[in-house]
């Protein structure tokens, strides 16, 4: 009875074994798969940070003719203050320059101070001045903008804005 069990398992293995190998087409040595995923994660990255860098330049995100490029051109500051509207009210603040930026969000941000990401700050610019619609932040345009408005925070070490110590 043991011997049929044993027989009848080791059949089924050698089975799924045959079923497992015909998947792979001839040339597929081991290693060969995780090759080809590592390659395709590079491209899409790159892919990722180009389509990001378009959306920077882009002024059709909104309606007044900027993109983010124009007010913080390569990262930098046109200098100066940008207006904007808050329920009625004029503001001028001060336009900065996005060299390590990326690395101080969440943070509160806006003229409610309410705490974003850096998703929610590039929305908060896209509101404010280009007078476009937000971006989705779960969409993956908004991810590549992230993406590529992070590389101005290359080398730039992870700074917290909160003050608060974290209690047990
Ligand atoms: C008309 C000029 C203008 C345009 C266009 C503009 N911004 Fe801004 N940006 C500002 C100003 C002004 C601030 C500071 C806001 C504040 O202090 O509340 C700011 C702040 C930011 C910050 C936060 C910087 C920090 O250190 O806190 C980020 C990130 C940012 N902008 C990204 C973008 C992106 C991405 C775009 C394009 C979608 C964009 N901005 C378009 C003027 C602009």
New binding site residues.
Partial sequence: MIKIVASIFIVLCMLLFAGLNSSATAEDKPGDMMQKMMKMGKANFESSLENGEE??S?SS??V?G???????PRGG??GG????EYKGMI????????K???A??P?P???ERKVVS?KG??????K???K?KPMDENSQNATD??N??SLFSTNVPLTPDGKMKYKK
């Fill in positions: 959306l920077y882009d995100l909104g007044t900027l993109s983010c490029n124009s007010c913080h500051t046109a203050k940008a207006e904007m503001m001028r603040p001060k336009i900065p320059s996005l390590g930026a990326a101080h969000f943070a941000r806006g003229p850096l700050m590039n929305n908060l610019c896209i404010a001045f280009l476009g903008l992230a590529f408005v």
